[in-house]
């Protein structure tokens, strides 16, 4: 009987140990050995598919902030391009309305001033105000008087 008690005891010692490391390994939150290796891989290819989305976001954003500086390059280009063209207008026009100026300052006052007076308003005191005193004197009482009169007014208007 004696016999019998041990071995119910070492059974019984085997089978709660057993149990034990069987509940212990279920049951304690831990994972099994197999398990954490199972779940440290499981992250490791997570991070690593989200730093490769991460490697392929930045390289289309590098290609795109290439395009976008080429794109800025280019229409800086076309905004000199412009600007020259631009300048190179304003002179010609500048040129044509100077030559403008001494074609009617080379026509008699009253021949001069029957032209002005059918062109429009804000084109006649522009040339008045490009005028020399002297020719404007001469054309000053030729000219509708409406208009000279306006010309006075934004001439003598305090900024």
């Known amino acids: 009987m004696k016999g019998k008690v041990l071995l119910a005891v070492l059974f019984l010692t085997l089978g709660c140990s057993s149990l034990l490391e069987a509940r212990g ?30 490697k392929a976001k930045e ?10 500086e080429a794109r800025i390059r280019e229409l800086d280009a076309a905004k000199k391009g412009l600007e020259g063209s631009l300048a190179g207008k304003k002179k010609l026009d500048e ?12 026509l008699k006052p009253e021949q001069a001033a029957d032209l002005m007076n059918k062109l429009d308003e804000p084109t006649v005191i522009g040339m008045l105000n490009q005028m020399d005193q002297k020719t404007a004197v001469k054309l000053i009482p030729l000219l509708t008087q409406p208009r000279v009169l306006k010309w006075s007014r934004e001439n003598l208007a305090v900024p």
């Open 59 to 68: 390289d289309a954003l590098r290609k795109l902030s290439a395009q976008v």
């Open 95 to 106: 040129e044509r309305y100077k030559k403008m100026l001494k074609i009617y300052k080379a």
């Open 25 to 54: 390994a279920a049951g304690s939150g831990r994972p099994a050995p197999d398990e954490g290796a199972a779940a440290l891989e499981l992250k490791r290819q997570q991070l690593a598919e989200r730093e490769a989305a991460v």
